[in-house]
């Protein structure tokens, strides 16, 4: 058992404070103390930074050998990564270019390979080639180092009667792909793209899988690849005390490890510890000794902003992948002063609705950076002139790997201020059975007080729209106008990326809204999730159901690919009225002005009125059916 010495006061620690007197056996009893103890994450970091810098720090290893560019001071997130790989069994880390990722990773496993008898690793790397680079480089420190060889050798012979850790030829494996130490230890390395694991290792390690650029540009099969491995032989192996760690670089959105990150998979989320770093976090430089302000802004100016986001920041998104932009302020909005009628009876509260209108733009061209002018109303009476409804994605299965259901209620304003506008007023995501999704809905439509409710319904989702017809009605009671079931339905031809794309217009010209203040909570973490890694293919969106019920108002309401016309400040916007002139259908958002109106409100000769002019446009032309919103 490993001894602990005191720290405080110890200038020598994790050595004795008195080392300096030790005679020649009792240093190196200390020294291969500080090795051998770790007990905890604590010790472990201990143990590392001493076994590094006495045993792999020139001169004990030759410059560029072991450190290509030199020793640099490690900063504080060396030591984190360290110590967090040692106190979680399964932990994954994105960390830039330059970080000495595979530096941590060989030093971690040389330190486990000398303190540990009958240890097994294991390390994945992108090919072959650089297998063989990193197995040849413990070889050789092994067979040349005089420090490891005097201390380590001289323990595991005076322990376990070992004449040398480099086992006799023919005896042990000691070959560019695997070593293993008379002590019974060994690391193997592997390529990601060769054969497969057959073996129960005590410590598996990815480092850089992905480093190949070759193979990000196959993003669906090798992401799909990666998963699966990772899924259905390596994470198994967990189960047996196997600790497991993956670090690399976010090359890009189509990368296994960014989906790693950024999944919301449960199998992920809920049992891995990730880690997400950058050159610069929260206006400080992450190892600012090697990557500080001036080397950052000579790597922008050399290889582009796009690359160095991709490479120093972790973001490897790019102006063409994505489609979908949210403008922090033109694109959200916020309630401040929340009362609980916000959260209850949100028609009835008188909480602020603060967003922002599009007062401009920089230069006054059509090109120059948006100017947001913010606007402040009340909540309740905001929400009131809204145009309400409900869209829901239905997922018939509840399996861990299924889809989630998703109720979407949304408004649709047109007021002078926010002309042909779509607020997101609350989602919910979930998996549930049938019934349990019916009085979701119910709730959701009932407090919103939503006019329709639009439901998928072509092959199995019709069973939802036939189920939701007559339960609504039921469920809202006598006396209560229950809204309208609308069956939503899609061109064959239209597909789903398309229709998702629709909403790019809306974007574009800050015609949606998003609850801000909600951005990081389920469920609209998802969605913004969904939305900022929308592309065209769909290749980087795990589940997609929160951004389609989002793209499923276009089957309630007309898509414009511009602004409405203005609304005048003192037109009235009554339906009665709407009706009494003629106007069955509102311009701004394609839907008939009596949905979802309790008919025994219409006088009777504007009721008569709609009616005939509605009859008569079916026989001018009966084609015009397609359009009626059909009613319950």
């Known amino acids: 058992m490993a001894v602990r010495f005191p720290k405080e006061g110890n200038e020598y620690w994790p050595l004795p404070p008195d080392y300096p007197s030790l005679d020649g056996n009792g240093q190196r009893l200390a020294r291969l103390n500080a090795c051998f103890l770790q007990q905890t994450p604590e010790d472990y970091v201990a143990a590392w930074s001493f076994f590094r810098s006495h045993y792999l720090f020139p001169p004990a290893t030759p410059v560029g050998m072991f450190y ?17 790989q040692m106190a979680y069994q399964l932990c994954a880390f994105a960390a830039p270019r330059s970080f000495a990722k595979s530096t941590l990773l060989r030093e971690w496993n040389l330190l486990e390979l000398l303190t540990k008898a009958h240890w097994e690793i294991i390390i994945f790397l992108a090919k072959d080639q650089f297998v063989s680079e990193q197995i040849s480089l413990y070889k050789a420190l092994l067979e040349t180092n005089a420090r490891i060889i005097d201390d380590f050798g001289w323990y595991w012979r005076k322990t376990v009667g070992v004449e040398s850790l480099r086992p006799k030829r023919g005896t042990g494996m000691w070959s560019n792909h695997q070593i293993q130490l008379t002590t019974g230890s060994m690391v193997t390395g592997l390529s990601i793209t060769g054969r497969a694991l057959g073996k129960r290792p005590h410590v598996i390690r990815f480092d850089d899988v992905e480093k190949d650029d070759s193979l990000v540009k196959e993003p669906s099969d090798r992401i799909e690849a990666f998963r699966n491995m990772l ?53 400080k430089d992450l190892w600012r000794e090697k990557m500080g302000p001036e080397w950052q802004e000579r790597q922008k100016a050399a290889m582009g902003v796009t690359a160095y986001r991709a490479q120093y ?35 009835n509260s008188v909480a602020v609705l603060s967003s922002h209108q599009l007062q401009g733009r920089e230069g006054g061209g059509s090109e120059g950076r948006p100017i947001p002018k913010r606007i402040t109303r009340p909540l309740g009476a905001s929400i009131a002139r809204m145009y309400r409804f409900v869209t829901v994605d239905w997922a018939p299965t509840t399996s861990d790997t299924s889809d989630y259901s998703g109720i979407h209620v949304m408004g ?17 995501l979930g998996k549930c059975r049938q019934h349990e999704l019916v009085r979701h809905i119910y709730r959701l439509a009932m407090k919103w007080q939503v006019r329709v409710v639009g439901v998928e319904a072509f092959g199995p989702y019709m069973e939802l729209y036939e189920r939701l017809r007559e339960d609504l009605p039921g469920l809202c009671g006598l006396g209560t106008v229950p809204p309208a079931v609308l069956p939503l339905r899609f061109p064959p031809y239209l597909e789903k990326a398309d229709r998702i794309k629709g909403l790019e217009w809306r ?10 203040h909600l951005k990081n909570q389920w469920p609209y973490r998802e969605l913004w999730r969904q939305i900022e890694n929308f592309t065209d293919d769909l290749a980087l969106l795990e589940h997609d159901d929160a951004i389609d019920t989002l793209a499923m108002h276009q089957a309630i309401a007309k898509p414009h690919k511009h602004a409405v016309a203005d609304v005048a400040p003192g037109e009235k916007l009554d339906p009665i009225e709407m009706l009494r002139a ?51």
Request: hydrophobic letters at 40%.
């Open 68 to 84: 290509r560019h030199g020793v640099q001071p490690s900063p504080p997130s060396h030591y984190q990564v360290t110590h967090d």
């Open 231 to 283: 899924l259905n032989v390596v994470y198994p192996m967990a189960e047996e005390g196997c600790r497991i760690t993956v670090i690399g670089t976010l090359l890009s959105r189509r990368s296994f490890l960014y989906w790693m990150m950024k999944t919301a998979d449960v199998r992920i989320e809920d049992h891995w510890h990730r880690t997400l770093l950058a050159v610069q976090m929260d206006g």
């Open 313 to 347: 920041m972790n973001d490897p998104g790019t102006e063409a992948d994505r489609v979908l932009r949210i403008h922090d302020d033109l694109c959200t909005y916020s309630i401040d002063t929340p009362d609980q009628a916000s959260v209850d009876s949100p028609l």
């Open 412 to 428: 649709l304003e047109n007021t002078p201020e926010f002309r042909d506008t779509l607020w997101s007023l609350e989602l919910w």
């Open 507 to 516: 974007f574009d010209q800050f015609r949606v809204k998003l609850p801000r």
């Open 582 to 632: 003629g106007r069955s259908v509102d311009e701004a958002t394609g839907l008939g002005v009596i949905l979802g109106m309790d008919l025994g409100t219409l006088p009777a000769e504007v009721l008569f009125a709609a009616r005939d002019r509605h009859h008569k446009r079916l026989s001018e032309d009966p084609a015009n059916f397609a359009t009626w919103v059909q009613m319950n």
